[in-house]
């Protein structure tokens, strides 16, 4: 994981944790996270139990929602 990058597009941050088959750095895997809550608890439920190509889908729908300062 070390030479991988934060998922979102011009994002330089350090990876912090994974999302999907890709990472995230810790300002915007902690964005996904309210995100997810935000969907409602069943998400939590349902994201444990998702592939990797499921999970990526969803983090390619919340990165629509996401700006980089």
């Known amino acids: 994981m070390s030479d991988q990058r934060c998922f979102v597009q011009d994002c330089t941050g350090r990876p912090y944790a994974p999302a999907g088959t890709s990472s995230l750095c810790k300002s915007h895997f902690l964005e996904y996270v309210k995100w997810r809550r935000r969907k409602g608890p069943q998400m939590f439920r349902t994201y444990g139990a998702m592939t990797m ?17």
């Open 53 to 69: 190509v499921q999970r990526d889908t969803m983090v390619a729908e919340w990165s629509k929602t996401v700006k980089v300062d």
